[in-house]
């Protein structure tokens, strides 16, 4: 089990930027995937990105190109560069940990992205 918090929400303007972080209780060398999350309000939570231990990516379509996950091992935290945001990207965002053994989620940081 693994406590994970988010920071670094906030209100932007469109086509502004945001950096995310996902700072962990504990090591994160033996979690097998780390990634966000997004949940609008009425919708379904959806997966924005993901990195694994050994460092591969994966991006929804919808933010190819514009957001980028990374990690710092030795500072147990994982971020996500959010770029050339986009009112649509208003979300809650949440952090997840996911392991042979267990989940973990992030309570969330709220991004608002406005027109």
């Known amino acids: 089990q693994v406590q994970l918090v988010e920071s670094g929400g906030g209100l932007v303007q469109a086509g502004g930027s945001l950096r995310l972080s996902c700072a962990a209780s504990?090591?994160?060398?033996?979690?097998?995937?780390m990634g966000w999350y997004r949940q609008a309000p009425g919708k379904q939570r959806e997966l924005v990105a993901r990195?694994?231990?050994?460092?591969?990516?994966n991006y929804a379509d919808s933010v190819k190109g514009r957001f980028t996950i990374s990690k710092d091992n030795a500072k147990n935290t994982v971020y996500l560069q959010m770029n050339s945001l986009k009112p649509e990207d208003t979300a809650v965002y949440y952090c997840?940990?996911?392991?042979?053994?267990?989940?973990?989620w992030g309570q969330g940081t709220q991004v608002t992205v406005s027109s």
């Open positions: 997840n940990a996911v392991t042979d053994y267990f989940g973990s």
């Open positions: 504990r090591s994160i060398l033996n979690i097998n995937t």
């Open positions: 990195i694994t231990s050994a460092g591969s990516t």
